[in-house]
């Protein structure tokens, strides 16, 4: 058991390392032996790094950019939408009164009774 877990370790150890110095575009320097080809090398990597720095840079400045015009763009609705509520509110509460004097005025008694009816005028 404890052999199989070491062969693994040692399996997977070297693998790992070497993923993590897999980087697409940067090249590995350390095998230069002449040190004008080595330096070389490595301000094409810093060259390369500064250019993709820039670019994401660029790219994460327009994205701010575009959301906070869709933010501004947002708020300016949220505030119409608030505004169309508070008249849909205004408009309802008028319609309630106008609702509860209709109903106040139907439920007022007539000013006479008319519990027997009356009798024809005699000729």
């Known amino acids: 058991m404890i052999r199989t877990l070491m062969l693994v370790a040692i399996l997977l150890g070297p693998s790992a390392i070497a993923r993590a110095q897999d980087?697409?575009?940067?090249?590995?320097?350390?095998?230069?032996?002449?040190?004008?080809?080595?330096?070389?090398?490595l301000q094409s990597n810093i060259a390369y790094l500064q250019s993709v720095l820039?670019?994401?840079?660029?790219?994460a400045r327009q994205k701010l950019t575009a959301a906070a015009s869709e933010i501004g763009t947002l708020k300016a609705?949220?505030?119409a939408l608030k505004g169309d509520v508070a008249a849909l509110k205004a408009a309802l509460a008028t319609v309630q009164e106008r609702l509860e004097k209709?109903?106040?005025?139907?439920?007022?008694?007539?000013?006479k009774p008319l519990d027997k009816p009356t009798p024809p005028p005699a000729k």
């Open 23 to 41: 980087v697409q575009g940067i090249e590995l320097c350390t095998r230069e032996s002449n040190m004008d080809r080595r330096t070389g090398c």
């Open 54 to 59: 820039t670019k994401n840079a660029a790219e």
């Open 77 to 79: 609705e949220a505030a």
């Open 102 to 111: 209709l109903e106040a005025a139907a439920a007022k008694p007539a000013a």
